[in-house]
């Protein structure tokens, strides 16, 4: 059974300091006697160790730990980053905490006291509304905290996050220069989100600038932006006898995923002629034979900004809040010859 530090120690006879010493390997500099270091290393070798967190943390008023808080991993978007996020803390000593606030502010308060109560060393926060990111960001009692992906325009807050606005107009230029501009369908799920918000207001623009405007009644929301309640949205879309659609767009994967599914329950198949633009990205896009545009976010590289920009924060080398703003690349599939024009082409290089 491993010992403690203290454990090690005891039996060797020796200070704490001098066990420790001997596993940093730092003996020789502090001229700790080779029959010392040979005793402390047997006990080590016959038992192993391992450090007291709880004493370490106490001493040195840290635990090491971060707290992530996001609404779902069942959004690809965010199980990347998280994935991203993890590596990034485990290859600087640190562990990541990871928690769901499911887009429900009680559940968020709930979470973020339970980090707090843990002692986590800073916190990483996509926040459910403006009053819980300016509640959080001006409370007593928390520790450094960086917001990720939603800007609800709180001032003076750190945050990274994606371009959506530019990501948003990508898109409505891309579906504008092509075929798929016809009978377009938005379908989307909270509408309340900054990020929903200007995801769309960049695609109707991207859509004006070649002369297409989106009808209000061809915009459609859901309650939240998960699969099941995009399901029952695109049911609703099915059923109706006045609306006609070529051309879906849903403002996330989830509500892509529920999208397909209903149409695959409704109608038997997706239908092959049906063109998609959505925002963010999925391998599983490869296996769909339909024309699809999608904006993909930079998970790397917002993981990347966030983790320096929070370790930055703790160090105390960044005092001021700081705002980087990440854009994202656009991701053209089927889109054959007779689909995407050849001027389509050069705007994209272009860009």
Same mark, same amino acid.
Request: glycine share 6%; aromatic share 6%.
């Given at each position: 059974?491993?010992?403690? /530090? ?27 006697? #080779? ?11 016959? =038992? ?35 994935? #991203? ?6 290859? =600087? ?16 308060? #709930? ?12 916190? %990483? ?18 520790? &450094? ?48 989100? &900054? ?89 599983? %896009? ?8 999608? /904006?993909?976010?930079?998970? =790397? ?37 007779? /689909? ?8 994209? =290089?272009?860009?």
């Amino acid at each position: 059974m491993a010992k403690s /530090i203290h454990d090690i120690a005891q039996l060797a006879g020796v200070s704490v300091t001098t066990v420790r010493l001997v596993i940093n390997g730092q003996h020789k500099k502090y001229r700790i006697g #080779e029959k010392t270091r040979l005793k402390v290393q047997a006990i080590i070798d016959k =038992h192993g160790y391992y450090i007291n967190q709880t004493a370490r943390s106490l001493k040195l008023q840290k635990t090491h730990t971060i707290g992530l808080l996001v609404p779902r991993l069942t959004n690809p978007f965010f199980s990347t980053l998280a994935q #991203e996020l993890e590596r990034l803390c485990r290859e =600087h000593k640190f562990q990541l905490i990871t928690v769901c606030s499911n887009d429900d502010e009680q559940v968020e308060q #709930e979470v973020t006291d339970n980090l707090l109560a843990r002692g986590v060393d800073a916190l %990483l926060v996509t926040s459910v509304s403006k009053e819980q990111q300016h509640k959080l960001a001006t409370s007593k009692r928390r520790c &450094p905290t960086l917001f990720i992906d939603r800007d609800f325009r709180v001032e003076n807050i750190p945050l990274v996050m994606t371009d959506n606005y530019h990501g948003g107009r990508l898109l409505g230029q891309a579906l504008a220069s092509t075929t798929l501009s016809s009978n377009i369908f938005f379908l989307g799920g909270n509408a309340n989100l &900054p990020t929903i918000q200007d995801r769309l207001a960049g695609f109707k623009d991207g859509l004006q600038e070649s002369g297409i405007t989106l009808p209000e009644n061809q915009i459609l929301w859901a309650q939240k932006g998960w699969r099941e309640d995009s399901y029952e949205l695109m049911a609703k879309l099915i059923q109706s006898t006045t609306l006609t659609y070529q051309t879906l767009v849903t403002d996330s994967i989830p509500v892509l995923e529920g999208t397909l599914q209903c149409l695959k329950d409704k109608l038997g198949v997706i239908p092959a002629g049906l063109k998609i633009g959505t925002f963010d990205d999925h391998t599983l %896009l490869e296996v769909l034979v339909n024309p699809v545009i999608s /904006i993909r976010q930079d998970a =790397h590289t917002l993981a990347d900004k966030a983790f320096h920009c929070l370790e930055a924060m703790l160090n105390g080398t960044q005092k001021t809040p700081v705002r980087h703003v990440i854009p994202p690349q656009l991701i053209i599939r089927n889109c054959r010859r007779e /689909i995407v024009t050849e001027p389509l082409l050069d705007k994209l =290089h272009q860009l």
